[in-house]
C-alpha cells in the first residue's frame, strides 16, 4: 500500500485551472495531461482555441493537401512551450506507422506530420484535438502548484475532451466532480 506521500500521476486525467491561478495564460483552462512523471510533466490545453486559424489553413501552411473541408476544425493553443509545434490529441482507432504515445485505453497523441498528411486525406483518428504548443512542468513544479490551489483534477472522458463545446469544457469538467463553478474563490485556504 503506497504511504500518504507518495507522488500522484496525473497521466491520462484533466486539469481544471482555479480562478486565482497565476499564470494568466493557463486562465480557465482544462489540461489534459499527456505525461507525469518525478522527471516533470506534459499536457495540452484542449480548451482555448488558437486565434485565426483553423485545420484548413494549418494544413495549407505546411503544403499538406485536404481532400475534405476542414474549415471548421478548429486548432487549439496547447500551452505556452514550442508554440511552433503541433500535437495531435486523440482517440485510439489511429496509431502512426512513426510514433504515437498511448496515454490509455481511451487517449493517444501523436506529434508528427503523418498523422496530419492522413487528416488531409480523410483518413486521421475519429476524434482528434489539434493543438500547437504544449504546457511543460519540470520536477517537483505541477505539485507545487497543486500545494498553492492552482489546479482540481477530474478524470479525461472523450465525451468532454473531444466532444463537449471549448467554451464550456472547464464548467463541464467542474461539474464531473461535483464543483459549482460560481462557488470557486480565488483565495485558498487552510484547515
Known amino acids: ?7 500522484t500521476d496525473f497521466t491520462g486525467k484533466l486539469l481544471i485551472a482555479m480562478p486565482g491561478m497565476g499564470d494568466s495564460r493557463f486562465s480557465g483552462s482544462v489540461v489534459f495531461m499527456c505525461a507525469h512523471s518525478e522527471e516533470g510533466a506534459m499536457g495540452l490545453i484542449v480548451n482555448k482555441p488558437a486565434p485565426e486559424i483553423d485545420m484548413a489553413i494549418l494544413l495549407e501552411q505546411l ?6 473541408d476542414l474549415t471548421e ?3 487549439r493553443f496547447g500551452g505556452p512551450v514550442e508554440t511552433g509545434r503541433g500535437f495531435v490529441l486523440h482517440s485510439p482507432d489511429y496509431t502512426s ?3 504515437t504515445l498511448e496515454v490509455n485505453e481511451s487517449f493517444h497523441m501523436t506529434a508528427t506530420l503523418d498523422i496530419l498528411e492522413e487528416i488531409g486525406r ?8 489539434m493543438c500547437l504548443g504544449y504546457a511543460g512542468w519540470g520536477p517537483g513544479q505541477l505539485e507545487s502548484e497543486f500545494a498553492q490551489n492552482g489546479w482540481l483534477v477530474c478524470d479525461a472522458t472523450p465525451e468532454l475532451v473531444f466532444r463537449t463545446p471549448d467554451a464550456r469544457k472547464w464548467e463541464a469538467a467542474l461539474q464531473s466532480i461535483g464543483v459549482a463553478a460560481l462557488a470557486l474563490s480565488a483565495e485558498g485556504g487552510r484547515a
Open 97 to 99: 506507422v512513426v510514433t
Open 122 to 129: 480523410g483518413t486521421g483518428p475519429t476524434d482528434r484535438l
Open 1 to 7: 500500500m503506497p504511504s500518504d506521500d507518495s507522488p
Open 63 to 68: 503544403s499538406i493537401e485536404g481532400g475534405e
Open 73 to 75: 476544425e478548429q486548432v
